[in-house]
């Protein structure tokens, strides 16, 4: 057990919430507060920081239960708008994926597509409240004899919608660059040739793992800002890999850590929740997650004093080197930098462009401390960490 | 020196016209075609940049109108939705002339409609679909 000059409990730190007292602060303006007064005393003024993040999510979706009619079916397959959901679940349980296509789709069949609507949008239309067109077939059971049921829904009438994302909010991702002679249509936007722009998408110093490295405070039963609501953190990420390569403040230098993270659809919104489309790629779904970290010791209160200038990703070339699992970069770059609008890459100066929203991250960020200040919102202990480092 | 981009629409009865060409010789206007596309009524678009003293513009433009081909400026027909725009800059990676682009150190999105050539590149490349670019509200120059 590591010797602390301050140390914090959540239930402290809930009380001061309660009370009305609590000091929070969001991880941008965390950042002069560390540099200047140090990490303890940091620690002594700050409870809570609030972080955010805003975008495209793949592995993101919603279990729905569309309920049970009259004569009974037990789904075989399903559609909400013409886009697929997976009914190998129960009879009237789906699964709804992001990243879903609608059936009629013409995909990549013209180069590049342009994968109008999809899983995402179904889920953004349904939390805006609009009618969605559902559409069943059946085998016929004994006890499900319905072949088809076709009805216009809505997210207010469905029995259960929950929003399921096994994989969101990484700790990092890698600036991608196109260095062949085409143009290259990928999940990180359009790359023009002969790495002439290049594109990158974290929150930086906002983004929720970038200020809790090591998962000290971020485990199963996080309470979190998930889609405009309250949703929790319910395990650890698909891909979530603790051992990538680290920089001396604890930051991943590459693609790192994720989260599993689920909330009730129904009271979540359509401004946190969106369909995207990526031309060449397909449809997904920009999400908004916002996670409060306890500043329990100034341990806790160094990391979230990161800033955009000691973030770090490697740049790489999305042409090959990607898609042939070729373990290569093109050098490393921080957040600052990237966020500057130019880095350089082989000595020839690239201009950079986002796909994370930080306009909205930092409305996450400063969302959350608003609910905290207002008492609407207190922290969860985890109740088990997420995998750390081995 | 004035400078800005308008469309214009030819009839399908002028297009063997000179037009363009008087214009340069009668009104001594400099131009820049930005686009020029033939629709399926065989009516002629065109995305130009004029330069010239205003007077000379303007008296050009009249010129062009009295020749039956309609003049637009450009500003009216670039529309950024901002309920659907959630402010990335996805599309200022790909704007080619600055029209997007990011304010710092907000890092917010910002959209010069005044900059806005009509290349059609930001509509398919944003990932919410928040830029619409038409001639007339109904035809997609992108396409």
Same mark, same amino acid.
């Given at each position: 057990?590591?010797? +602390? ?63 049970? #009619? ?14 697929? =959901? ?41 939390? =805006? ?9 059946? *085998? &016929? ?19 259960? =919608? ?10 990092? +991702? ?13 999940? /990180? ?10 594109? %990158? ?8 793992? /970038? ?9 199963? !039963? ?9 949703? %929790? ?16 403040? !604890?930051?991943?230098?590459? =693609? ?11 009271? /979540?919104? #359509? ?6 489309? /990526? ?23 160094? *990391? ?51 796909? $994370? ?34 | 020196?004035?400078?800005?981009? %308008? ?36 009516? &002629? ?5 004029? $330069? ?81 670019? $038409? ?9």
């Amino acid at each position: 057990m590591k010797e +602390y000059k301050v140390q914090k409990t959540y239930d402290e730190i809930n009380a001061r919430i309660r009370a009305g007292e609590a000091v929070v602060v969001t991880a941008e303006e965390m950042v002069p507060i560390v540099k200047k007064h140090g990490p303890v005393e940091a620690a002594r003024r700050v409870d809570v920081v609030t972080t955010g993040t805003f975008s495209p999510m793949c592995s993101s979706g919603a279990i729905i239960n569309f309920g049970h #009619s009259n004569p009974t079916i037990k789904g075989h397959r399903v559609w909400f708008n013409n886009v697929p =959901a997976y009914a190998g679940i129960a009879a009237v349980d789906v699964y709804l994926g992001a990243t879903e296509p609608t059936e009629d789709d013409p995909l990549n069949k013209v180069f590049p597509g342009e994968f109008r609507y999809g899983g995402g949008h179904v889920i953004e239309d349904l939390v =805006a409240g609009k009618r969605v067109h559902l559409k069943v077939i059946g *085998y &016929g059971t004994d006890c499900y004899p319905a072949k088809l049921l076709e009805k216009e829904v809505t997210l207010a009438e469905l029995p259960y =919608a929950l929003l399921l994302n096994p994989r969101n909010c990484y700790q990092n +991702y890698n600036c991608a660059i196109n260095l062949s002679d085409r143009t290259v249509h990928c999940y /990180m936007g359009t790359l023009k040739p002969k790495g002439r722009n290049a594109t %990158y998408c974290s929150a930086g110093e906002l983004s929720p793992l /970038m200020n809790d490295p090591y998962y000290l405070t971020i485990g199963m !039963g996080t309470k979190i800002f998930l889609g405009g609501g309250i949703g %929790y953190v319910t395990w650890h990420g698909t891909q979530h890999n603790p051992n990538a390569l680290r920089a001396e403040n !604890g930051t991943t230098r590459r =693609a790192a850590g994720t989260l599993m993270v689920q909330g009730d659809l129904k009271q /979540m919104s #359509s401004r946190w929740l969106k369909g995207v489309s /990526m031309q060449g790629y397909g449809s997904s779904m920009a999400v908004g997650i916002g996670i409060p970290i306890p500043v329990l010791n100034e341990e806790i209160a160094g *990391y979230t004093g990161v800033s955009d200038a000691e973030i770090f990703t490697q740049i790489v070339d999305y042409s090959y080197d990607y898609s042939h699992a070729v373990a290569r970069n093109y050098g490393e770059v921080s957040y600052a930098q990237l966020k500057s609008g130019e880095i350089e890459v082989n000595g020839q100066t690239v201009p950079t462009a986002p796909l $994370s929203s930080v306009v909205r991250a930092r409305e996450i960020a400063e969302t959350l401390k608003e609910w905290i200040c207002r008492r609407e919102f207190t922290l969860e202990k985890p109740i088990k960490l997420l995998p750390g480092v081995s | 020196m004035n400078t800005r981009i %308008y469309v214009l629409r030819f009839p399908k009865e002028v297009i063997d016209q000179p037009i363009i060409c008087n214009l340069v010789k009668k009104f001594d206007i400099e131009f820049n075609i930005l686009k020029a596309t033939i629709l399926m009524q065989q009516e &002629g678009v065109m995305v130009l940049e004029f $330069s010239g003293h205003k007077a000379n513009v303007k008296k050009g433009i009249k010129y062009l109108e009295e020749m039956g081909v309609k003049v637009r400026s450009l500003a009216g027909n670039i529309r950024r939705d901002d309920e659907k725009c959630y402010q990335c800059g996805a599309c200022t990676g790909i704007c080619p002339t600055g029209a997007l682009h990011i304010v710092r150190p907000e890092m917010a999105v910002a959209f010069d409609p005044d900059k806005c050539t009509a290349c059609g590149l930001c509509v398919a490349v944003c990932p919410a679909r928040a830029m619409e670019v $038409s001639l007339n509200g109904d035809i997609d120059l992108a396409a």
